[in-house]
């Protein structure tokens, strides 16, 4: 069976990846996989059993979790084994701990085994931290999305914000330099740009010029595939 189109996008936390994929997927008909969120979802799992942090602990539920995506208008719907979780992964307790748990190679086994199935199925959008360089290292059409720190910071505090949060923006920043700090230097498949990814730095650019660039790109990627 002949696999579908990939589109891989890569890039550090708060870079605007999810709102971008979500977008362009719904514009080219892809299917669109949010990578973050499952990991999201091994780590709220985790910390609903009450039990401490322990790699053997989530490496097991990793192996265990069923994970599902549904669009909904503009959300992207997650589902852990039945229960609704979309806005429950979000949460600080999870944005907190998820790098730690991404952290583990038997969490990271399981769940990538699990988006190369995905993937499979059809034309898809990936975005997370190694879909270019381990997940699909073959996809025609890889991009490395950016932006200045302060600026993801900011993107971030207004979408909190936007849910009535009071948000500490120097505690923001910090927070993100440290998951990105946690993704980059953790020995199993850390976040980098992939050698043939597009790097896009998006500090100075608006959603839909973003979106549009990607959808350039995907056109050009798949007139060659
Ligand atoms: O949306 P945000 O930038 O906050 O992050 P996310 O995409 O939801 O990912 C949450 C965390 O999951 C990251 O900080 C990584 O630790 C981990 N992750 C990963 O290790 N590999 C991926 N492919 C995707 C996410």
């Known amino acids: 069976m002949k696999n579908g189109f990939v589109i891989a996008i890569d890039g550090p936390a708060g870079a605007g990846k999810s709102t971008i994929a979500r977008k362009a997927a719904a514009a080219l008909g892809f299917a669109y996989i949010d990578t973050g969120a499952m990991y999201r979802s091994v780590t709220w799992k985790l910390l609903q059993t009450g039990q401490p942090f322990s790699p053997e602990l989530a490496g097991r539920l990793a192996r265990e ?31 907190g701990l998820v790098s730690r748990v991404a952290a583990v190679p038997a969490v990271r086994e399981a769940m990538v085994a699990q988006q190369r199935r995905m993937g499979r199925e ?65 020995e199993t498949s850390p976040l980098k740009q992939a050698e043939d990814a597009v790097y896009l730095d998006t500090s100075h650019m608006s959603i839909d010029e973003v979106v549009g660039a990607i959808l350039k790109l995907a056109a050009e990627r798949r007139l060659r595939a």
Do not use: H, W
């Open 65 to 95: 979790i069923r994970i599902s995506f549904r669009p909904e208008g503009s959300l992207n719907c997650v589902f852990v084994d039945g229960t609704e979780v979309t806005e429950a992964i979000r949460s600080a307790a999870v944005t």
């Open 122 to 186: 059809g034309d898809v959008i990936l975005d997370g931290r190694d879909i270019g360089t381990v997940v699909f290292p073959d996809s025609p059409c890889k991009i490395y999305l950016t932006a200045s720190v302060e600026e993801r910071a900011r993107r971030r505090g207004k979408e909190l914000e936007a849910k009535g949060q009071a948000v500490d923006y120097d505690k923001l920043q910090a927070d993100i330099v440290s998951r990105d700090k946690q993704d980059m230097e953790r």
